[in-house]
């Protein structure tokens, strides 16, 4: 089973599923991150030897580690309400622990995998503005100039719309042809960035591209069928 965890507003992961399952020989399922949180039963074991894991969720789908063939991990913050009741500290130590916890599942699991957690995003890797900004001039991607100060800790919005979306999976730029120095740069910057797939956002500014945010959590659509056979690809063992 190709496993997506997503909240059921997310329309592009929505998108997605239906078109991995006409490009793969497996089930796609969705689930939510209340589901994976409120499972009637979970089982963890980890040994030298590896690690299992079973969710028994509310409506009695079973999800064994054992039996995922592939991962598309869009999870943002886990679910908290239902430990609103519980007193300030124990409610702080529970969140920690199962974030912990969650963490620890995803990075167990052996199958393919886009958006391996880290330790500080659970979606994969993650960035401020400013930071991201950092890294694409780094990598060499054309960004517009920006003036910080002290009371300035993130960078101006480039003007202009949006008006191209790169998308680099397993350091191979996905959608249409550019020129080689553009392509060479994207490719840095996703290797600075880290993970597996990732989308670029670029705006116009003085008639020229420049670079304006990146994200982890890609919006499929943007890529289309192209990018669709590149995560098939990437999940396949």
């Avoid at 496993?3 to 592009?12: R, Y």
């Avoid at 912990?100 to 993650?126: D, M, Q, T, V």
Wanted: aromatic share 6%; charged share 20%; net charge positive.
């Amino acid at each position: 089973m190709i496993l997506i965890i997503a909240e059921p507003v997310d329309a592009a992961a929505l998108w997605l599923r239906p078109r991995l399952a006409a490009r793969l020989a497996s089930t796609v399922s969705i689930v939510t991150p209340m589901q994976l949180v409120c499972s009637r039963r979970i089982l963890h074991r980890l040994s030298t030897g590896g690690a299992s894991s079973r969710f028994v969720l509310a409506n009695g789908q079973t999800i064994e580690g054992a039996a995922l063939v592939g991962v598309v991990n869009r999870l943002g913050t886990l679910p908290t309400a239902h430990l609103a009741s519980a007193p300030p500290r124990e409610r702080i130590y529970a969140r920690d622990e199962l974030y912990a916890f969650i963490l620890g599942w995803l990075s167990s699991l052996e199958c393919p995998a886009i958006n391996r957690p880290e330790p500080n995003f659970l979606g994969g890797p993650w960035y401020p503005p400013l930071e991201a900004l950092q890294l694409a001039m780094l990598a060499g991607l054309p960004c517009a100039l920006q003036r910080l100060s002290v009371n300035t800790v993130e960078p101006a919005p480039v003007s202009g719309e949006v008006r191209r979306s790169c998308f680099i999976v397993d350091q191979r730029v996905v959608g249409p042809l550019m020129p080689q120095q553009l392509r060479d740069a994207l490719l840095r910057f996703a290797a600075l960035w880290g993970g597996r797939l990732l989308q670029v956002d670029f705006a116009v500014a003085d008639e020229k591209l420049v670079f304006s945010a990146a994200t982890s959590f890609a919006d499929f659509r943007s890529g289309g069928d192209i990018l669709v056979r590149a995560i098939a690809r990437a999940l396949r063992p």
